[in-house]
C-alpha cells in the first residue's frame, strides 16, 4: 500500500514511499533500474534482499521515483536519530542501497526526497557512494558531502606477468620465499574455487570456523552459520551462485584449511566481500597474501573480469598490489542551509577533539 507520494514538482518527478518489506514485490522494476543504471553487484536484488531480512528491523522504507511516468530512482532508506534519515547502510553493504537513472541530478532527487518523507526531515544522507558509479556533487547551501574511506582496484589487463613484474620487488620477493619455504618443508598449497549454491553452506560453516579462530570471536563479530551474518552470507551466495555469479576461494597448504574468500560478480567486475585466513600458522607465512597471488594470476588468465575490486578501507597490503585508490563519500540533503552550517560546526568541534584529546569518533554523516 502506498504510504507516501510527493507533491510533482515542474519537472514532473515524484517520489512514493512504501515499507522495505514489500521489495520482493517491487523486484521486476528494481532489475529493470539496475540494468539501466550502475550495474554494480553490490545493488543487485540477490545482495540487497538478504541484507534487509538479516539486518532489516521492519520500519525501513523503499523510496521509489518517477519522472512523467518512467522509474529514474529507488532506494532503501533507514531513519535516524533527530528527524534525520538515510540509505540503509548495515556494516554487510560496502555501498549505499541507492539506484539512479545516469542524467538526473542528485542534489534535485535528494532534496525531493527528503521533502517526501515523513515526520518533517531535517536531513538526508545519502551514504558510501562510490564515484565511479555516481559522481560527485558539488557542496551548495543545503548540501554537502563528506570523505568517507579510500578505496582500491585492481584493473585485468595485458598478463599477470606484466601486472606482477610491476609490483614491489619486496611483495614478490617475499611471497617466492614464502613459497621456497613451503616446498623445502614438503607442504602442497592449492587454491579451491567453489561456485555451486549446495557448497555455500559448508563454505560459510568453514570461514566462520577461521574467524572463530581469530581476534574476532574475543570481539563477538566473527560469522558464525547460526548468526545474522552467516545466514546472511549464506543466503547472498546461495543466490549469486544459483546464477553462476559468486563464488569462495579456498587455500590450502597440505590438508589445513588456512585462507578464505567470499567473492560475488557482476558488470565485468568481482568483488572480494570478505577475507580470512588461520591465525595459527606462523608468521613467517602470508596465508591471504599467498591465496591472493594465485586467485589474480587465474582471474587475469581467464580474462572473465575488467576488474578486481576490494571496497573496504585501503589496507598497507592494498597498496603494494595496485595503485588504484579512490574516496568513497557520503551526500547529506539539509531542509535547511543553517543546519548544514551548524552541523559543519559540530564535526570540526569532534575533529578538534579528537586530535586534542584522542577521541575515537568524529561526525561524518548524518547517521552519526
Known sequence: MRMSTSTSTSTSTSWTLTPATSLDAHAARWRQLHAASATSALLELDFVLPLLAEFGDGSELLACCEYDGALVAMAILARGPRATWQTFQPAQ??????????????????????????GAALVLGLTQCDP??????????????????????????GSFDAYWNGRGKNLRSNLKKQ??????????????VSRDARDMAGAVADYGRLESAGWKAEGGTA???????????RAMLEAFCRRDAGCV?????????????????GAGCIVVLKTTYDETVPNSLSPALLMREEACRQLFDEGRFERIEFFGKVMAWHLRWT???RTLYHVNSYRWPALLRLHSLAARGAAWRHRHHGHDHVINHVAE
Open 223 to 233: 560469522i558464525e552459520p547460526g548468526n545474522s551474518q552467516g545466514r546472511y552470507y
Open 93 to 118: 553493504a560496502p555501498i549505499g542501497i541507492w539506484l539512479q537513472q545516469p542524467g538526473f541530478e542528485l542534489a534535485t532527487l535528494l532534496a525531493e526526497l527528503r521533502r517526501s518523507l515523513p
Open 323 to 325: 595503485d588504484e585508490v
Open 132 to 157: 565511479c558509479m555516481a559522481p560527485r556533487p558539488a557542496d551548495a547551501a543545503a548540501l554537502r558531502t563528506i570523505d568517507y574511506i579510500d578505496t582500491a582496484r585492481i584493473t585485468v589487463t
Open 179 to 192: 613459497r621456497a619455504k613451503l616446498l623445502r618443508d614438503g607442504v602442497a598449497t592449492r587454491l579451491q
Open 249 to 265: 576461494y579456498r587455500y590450502w597448504f597440505g590438508e589445513q584449511l588456512v585462507a578464505m574468500d567470499f567473492c560475488i560478480e
